[in-house]
Every structure is written in structure tokens, then in C-alpha cells.
């Protein structure tokens, strides 16, 4: 066997998982990225540390495929911190390649990289000279199978030194859970009596390609279908409602709230989903199937610890021959038609800035229609799922939601860039305040997009603050941003831009789509902060039925 160094042996064993590779080189990482060159590993560079383990967060997300980010030791490790814990409350398996303290102990500079990763929730594992390849072989399958962020360390003083000889690992065929306790039996048994049933996906049904076995569940029993902002359309086709939560309308929202037996299959029932409480009707039965080990809300009458495709499969035999239920689909179909649906926007505004609702309505228009969208975190996370045309759940990456973070968009953009089809357009969408936070990786993303196009939501604030603190009286000077030329900085870089300040400036963007979309174009949207969000509106009441609950 040909001799490898330590950083040699970690790159080969991830050869065998990962394609990709994003980060920023230094001291304690230069050794790995000239060995991952050597195994074909195609290296992105990134600006910012943050960026290395946003980039593979959402090239995952975006393909399903492992992604591994590489930063060195000390100051570029802390910098990848936010997006570290945004990988592991969002549940992305991403590995975090970093250089470490040397084995003969700390030096002045070193901080306890261990102990950090730990209170963010990740787990580190330190490879060793002898067994270099087994280590890292374990931190792969660890972050796979507990579908989580995971640091892999190389000692500062064993990066250049050989490495013992191991066998090349083979990965591990993955883990399929099932049902072992006959709770699918009365899962069947509760569906099958349903007069009003509902089956709510997640992203987990999503990851275990479950939509083909949920959706002919739905149409065995009559069911209506709806789906998290992270599954969306997972489960389109006749009876769906669109997204449970903030981002749906009101009127679906009514129509959930009556099931009277309710399938969640992969989703975690976050108080988003949930409407903070309001979505599901006091009486319905909630039967959860997941692969986690106990129920994730306390609405939960029966839990499955399963795979949501084999449970949905398994359903199906259950209830071979059971007729589905007459008319819930044909009401819902009805009311759907007669209710309305999300508010359009106007025309005009008190600070004469665009409607963002008039924007995004126009928007979906203008934008190609094969489009993979990427979402940085902010008041305008609501935009695109509410009023675009998303036809697939991996074309929807939203990121910062988990850890309530903004700032990652740009990072994002880079490794869903380099995971979306050839003939797709990666489309990001950014407020300027979280814009401004990454601004180091438009760099990244103008060098990485075969076709991408950034829409930012400028109305120079954080607009989120602006509604929840401003409206209460609070000063409003720490949450306003000096209005950017974002158009002229992108130009300065090498992309396509211009300012849009109307509706009909939008002709821009379609020139250059006409042209070919190819490179990177910047619309520098300047939009009002006089609306508000539905989401945000709900978030705001149910924070302050929070406080009066508190103050009686």
C-alpha cells in the first residue's frame, strides 16, 4: 500500500463519501486540502471561515449528498461557529475538517476546540497516527446516521507525518428503521375510522423519499395533504393545502384545524408549523411517525419510531381495501376556491418603496422557472415560499431558521451552486442586513453559479426588529442600515446588477435572463418596511400571549 500522511489517509477516507470540499486554507488545514486535491476532491474556496460549513450545509440540502468544510485551528474555527450550530439544531450532516491543538499539548494561541464543538451540540473526533482512516470513518457514519454536524481534528504536529497503514473503509450501509411494537397496526386502525383525515409531511419524509407512498396513502384513504415549509409540494396533487404554518393561508389553516386524525410523517411539529399552538383543532388525534426516538410535541397521541417510507408502505397493506372517505377532499377543493389566498400587495406605499408582496408576486413571473431558492434568515423568509413557484422540496433551502440566525445566505448560495443541476438557476433570497454580514462571499458565489440571481429585500433596517421592538416604542437607531448600493458593489465584483425600484425596473433582470442567465446577476430591491409579514404577525401574538400567561 502506497504510504499517505495523516491528512492523506483522512482525505482518502472521505474521498469515498464526499465529492466536495469548501473552506478557507491556513496553517492548520494546508496539509488536508493538498491531500484532497490529490484524491479529486473538488475544492471550492470561500472567504469567510463561516462560509466553509455553510456552503456543504447547503449543498446537502440541496442534493442530498455528504459535503465536508475545512477551516484551520483557533480564529478560523471560532469564525465557523454560527454555521456550525445551524448545521446541528437544523439536523444536516456536514463535517467540519479543522486543523487542532498539537498532541504534545496547547500552545499560548490554542483554545479548547473540544469542549466549543460540545456546547454547540457536535461531537469531535481527533484521528490519531494509527488510526487516522478509522477515525475518520467513524465521525462520517456518526454524522450520517444521527443526522448532525460533526468536527473532524487533525493535530497540528500529525499533519504532515505518515500515517500506519489501515485498509481503505468501505461506508456503511445505512440504517432503515421500522416499526417493531404494532403501533402502525393502530395507526391503520385511527385512519381507517377517519371522517376528516390529514397527512402532514417534513423534511424527514422528504430525506427518506417517502412522497410516492404518502401521497397513494392519501388518495387510499380521501386524505388532505399538507407539508412544512421544508417539504413543500413534497405532496402536491389533488387535496393538498400548501404549507402548514405561517406561510400558508388562512383559509388551508382552517381546513387543517378540522381533521379529525392527523398523520405527521417526518416533522418535527415546530411552534412554526404549529401556528404556536393554533393549527390543529383541540380534538384531533395526532399520530407522529419519525425516526427519533420519542415524540417531538405534546400534542402527540401515538409516535412511531420508524422510517417514513417503510411506515408508509406498511400502511399501505394495512389498510389494502379500506374505500376512502367521501367529500372532505371536495369541501376542502371548494373552500380553497371561495377563500382567499395570500394578500397581493399594492401598488403604492407610505415611503414610496415597492410592496415586497407586489415584488415577489412579480418576481415569480420574471424568475426562470427551473430555480433552486436559498434563503438567508430574516423578515422575508416568508416571501418566496408564500408567492413562488417551488415545485420540489430540495429546491427550497432556508437556513438560519434553526438557529434563528441571519447572515449565511450568501455562504449557502456557494455549495447550493454547486449541487443544483446544470440547467437550473440558483436564486437567493436576501435581506440587506444579513447580506451585508456575508458580503466577503459574493466573491465566492460570483465564482462558484453557473446561473445565479440575488434578490435582495433592501429597506436599509433590520426589519424584523423594526416590526417587533420599533412598533413598541423603542428607539429605532441601532436597527437601520444605511442604505447600500449593493448593485454597485456587485458590478466592483464581476456580477450583473441593477437597482430596482419599481416593478417595471424588473425589465433588467429579464434582459439578462432573455440573454442566456449565465454568471451572476444582483437585483438591488428597494422595498417598503411599512408591511409586515403574516408570520411575524403571529410570532409577535403569541410572544405576548407568552408574557400576559407570565405576568398573571
Not at 398 to 405: K, L, P
Request: proline share 4%.
Amino acid at each position: 500500500m502506497t504510504s499517505l500522511t495523516v491528512s492523506g489517509r483522512v482525505a482518502q477516507v472521505l474521498s469515498s463519501y464526499v465529492s466536495d470540499v469548501f473552506g478557507v486554507m491556513g496553517n492548520g488545514n494546508v496539509y488536508f486540502l493538498d491531500a484532497a486535491e490529490k484524491q479529486g476532491l473538488r475544492f471550492t474556496a470561500v472567504r469567510h471561515e463561516g462560509a466553509a460549513i455553510a456552503a456543504a450545509d447547503a449543498y446537502y440540502r440541496t442534493s442530498g449528498r455528504l459535503a465536508a468544510g475545512t477551516t484551520t485551528y483557533g480564529p478560523g474555527y471560532t469564525n465557523a461557529l454560527t454555521a456550525l450550530a445551524e448545521a446541528v439544531q437544523a439536523q444536516i450532516p456536514v463535517v467540519l475538517v479543522t486543523g487542532d491543538a498539537p498532541t504534545t499539548g496547547a500552545r499560548p494561541w490554542d483554545v479548547d476546540q473540544a469542549a466549543i464543538a460540545a456546547g454547540l451540540g457536535a461531537a469531535t473526533f481527533t484521528v490519531t497516527r494509527d488510526a487516522a482512516g478509522a477515525v475518520t470513518r467513524q465521525a462520517v457514519e456518526y454524522a450520517l446516521t444521527r443526522r448532525t454536524a460533526v468536527v473532524l481534528a487533525i493535530p497540528y504536529d500529525l499533519a504532515a507525518l505518515e500515517a500506519a497503514d489501515e485498509e481503505p473503509p468501505e461506508p456503511a450501509a445505512p440504517m432503515v428503521a421500522d416499526d417493531v411494537d404494532g403501533g402502525l397496526g393502530q395507526a391503520a386502525r385511527l385512519l381507517a375510522g377517519a371522517r376528516r383525515p390529514l397527512i402532514l409531511a417534513g423534511r424527514g419524509a422528504h430525506l427518506a423519499g417517502a412522497g410516492p407512498e404518502l401521497r397513494e396513502l392519501a388518495d387510499r384513504l380521501g386524505a388532505l395533504t399538507a407539508g412544512t415549509a421544508l417539504a413543500l409540494n413534497l405532496l402536491n396533487g389533488e387535496g393538498y393545502l400548501g404549507v402548514a404554518g405561517g406561510f400558508g393561508t388562512d383559509t388551508a389553516a382552517g381546513i387543517m384545524g378540522e381533521a379529525d386524525v392527523v398523520l405527521v410523517a417526518g416533522a418535527s411539529l415546530s411552534p412554526f408549523t404549529m401556528r404556536f399552538g393554533h393549527l390543529l383543532g383541540p380534538d384531533s388525534t395526532v399520530i407522529q411517525i419519525d425516526t427519533v426516538l420519542q415524540p417531538t410535541h405534546p400534542r402527540v397521541d401515538l409516535f412511531v419510531s420508524a422510517d417514513a417510507k417503510a411506515a408508509a408502505s406498511r400502511l399501505l397493506t394495512l389498510l389494502d381495501g379500506e374505500a376512502a372517505v367521501a367529500g372532505w377532499r371536495a369541501e376542502a377543493s371548494r373552500r380553497l376556491a371561495a377563500g382567499p389566498g395570500h394578500e397581493q400587495g399594492s401598488g403604492e406605499t407610505s415611503d414610496g418603496r415597492m410592496d415586497p408582496r407586489a415584488l415577489a408576486t412579480a418576481l415569480d413571473a420574471v424568475l426562470p422557472e427551473r430555480r433552486t431558492v436559498v434563503q438567508d434568515g430574516g423578515h422575508f423568509i416568508g416571501w418566496a415560499p408564500m408567492y413562488w413557484n417551488i415545485p420540489r422540496p430540495q429546491d427550497l433551502v432556508m437556513v438560519g431558521t434553526a438557529f434563528q440566525s441571519i447572515g449565511l445566505g450568501l455562504a449557502s448560495a456557494v455549495g447550493a451552486a454547486r449541487a443544483v443541476e446544470d440547467d437550473r438557476t440558483l436564486v437567493l433570497a436576501s435581506g440587506d442586513g444579513g447580506f451585508l454580514m456575508g458580503l466577503s462571499d459574493l466573491e465566492s458565489l460570483i465564482g462558484a453559479a453557473r446561473s445565479a440571481i440575488v434578490v435582495i429585500y433592501n429597506d436599509a433596517a433590520y426589519g424584523a426588529e423594526i416590526h417587533q421592538y420599533g412598533s413598541q416604542g423603542l428607539t429605532e437607531k441601532p436597527m437601520l442600515i444605511p442604505e447600500v448600493n449593493f448593485s454597485g458593489v456587485a458590478r466592483a465584483l464581476g456580477a450583473k446588477s441593477a437597482v430596482i425600484r419599481s416593478l417595471g425596473d424588473l425589465s433588467a433582470l429579464q434582459d439578462w435572463i432573455d440573454a442566456g442567465a449565465r454568471g451572476t446577476f444582483i437585483a438591488d430591491c428597494r422595498i417598503t418596511s411599512s408591511v409586515r409579514a403574516p408570520w411575524l404577525t403571529e410570532w409577535m401574538q403569541a410572544t405576548r400571549a407568552a408574557k400576559a400567561a407570565v405576568a398573571r
